[in-house]
């Protein structure tokens, strides 16, 4: 039976000390250049793989090589581009992943929060519940390394953060709606607690303010961020008697749920009413006809985030960033 290779076994044939092949496999970036391109090789050749437990044991300052990653929403595909950029990451780093779903509900949210604490985590990235979320605000006053994506802290500045310009990106979308001569055009918002629903909201109304159109609250709704929400709002508004020419849908699911209540109703897109969701989906191009969609850099803040999670566990004292990335309007055939 063949030995299983061992740290030594790396060390020696790499001609380095143990500790030096302990550092490139959980700090690569303190380990020079040519020196660590040479330790991978000899582990590549001895398909050396690390010992997950005793080497969380070796690691100084008790990390644990885990992250915990905590979204509001599995369902929506925003956040499975998230998960991809933050697993993608914490794999080339040599950390695992430790995920939960709260689906936007408190209770849950503070259980796994409580659970990512007790597994001792390194770290965590998450989207938090709403503005004022009190109970990641206590994690980060014990100084527990924490990355926010999509959402920020009102009360709590002192937080690294990954957003996208969703004003900007709702503003760009409205406008190209009344550019293209809609006039009555509807916002079908998620969960108004949640910053980036009223982030779009808030690029709706500049829009229309922009091109001196008038801001109907009757044509300015919020759901639960769900696709049944999107169903029933766009039913409703659709069936006002003068009903919308056009929406803005606030997130990918709420888009999936206008278009089957449109498509129920019989209605053709663009010709009886237009839409544009914020979000855009891989299946876009397949949908009839083609989706016009804001969007957003999932995999890009899931990689971002990751990044700055990975400094702040190994520099605690680093100050804090707040990083914004731009959305991009797709634009296609359904307006």
């Known amino acids: 039976m063949n030995k299983t290779p061992s740290l030594k076994d ?14 490139s496999l959980n700090y690569p970036e303190k380990v020079d250049t040519k020196t660590l391109g040479r330790i991978n090789k ?6 050396y793989r690390p010992n997950r437990v005793a080497q969380r044991l070796r690691i100084k300052e008790g990390h644990r090589k885990i992250i915990g990653l905590l979204i509001p929403d599995i369902q929506n595909p925003f956040y499975v581009d998230v998960v991809r950029g933050v697993e993608d990451y914490a794999y080339s780093r040599n950390y695992a992943l430790l995920m939960c779903n709260f689906a936007q509900n408190k209770e849950k949210e503070r259980m796994y929060l409580d659970i990512m604490v007790s597994e001792s985590v390194d770290g965590m990235i998450l989207a938090p519940f709403d503005k004022y979320d ?13 990355v926010c994506v999509d959402r920020g802290l009102a009360d709590y500045q002192d937080v690294d953060i990954v957003l996208v310009d969703n004003e900007r990106g709702a503003f760009e979308a409205v406008s190209y709606l009344i550019e293209q001569g809609y006039e009555r055009i509807a916002y079908v918002g998620g969960l108004p607690s949640i910053p980036t629903s009223q982030q779009r909201k808030d690029g709706y109304v500049k829009a229309l303010q922009k091109y001196n159109m008038p801001v109907d609250n009757e044509l300015i709704n919020f759901g639960d961020s769900k696709h049944d929400s999107g169903k029933v709002i766009v039913r409703e508004l659709l069936q006002l008697e003068k009903r ?26 663009p010709g009886d009413v237009a839409i544009i969701g914020f979000d855009d989906m891989p299946w876009s191009i397949s949908l009839n006809p083609p989706l016009t969609a804001v969007k957003q850099p999932g995999y890009e803040i899931g990689k971002r985030a990751a990044d700055l999670l990975y400094q702040k566990i190994i520099e605690p004292e680093k100050p804090s960033v707040k990083m914004m990335l731009n959305a991009k309007l797709i634009i296609r055939d359904s307006c």
Do not use: C, W, Y
């Open 10 to 23: 790396v060390a020696e044939k790499a001609n380095v000390s143990i500790s030096t092949v302990s550092r």
């Open 42 to 47: 000899v582990i590549k050749e001895l398909n």
């Open 134 to 146: 009190q109970d990641v605000i206590n994690l980060l006053e014990k100084d527990f390394p924490i």
């Open 244 to 269: 919308p020419t056009a929406f803005f849908t606030g997130n990918n699911l709420i888009t999936l749920g206008a278009l089957e209540t449109i498509h129920a109703m019989n209605l053709v897109i």
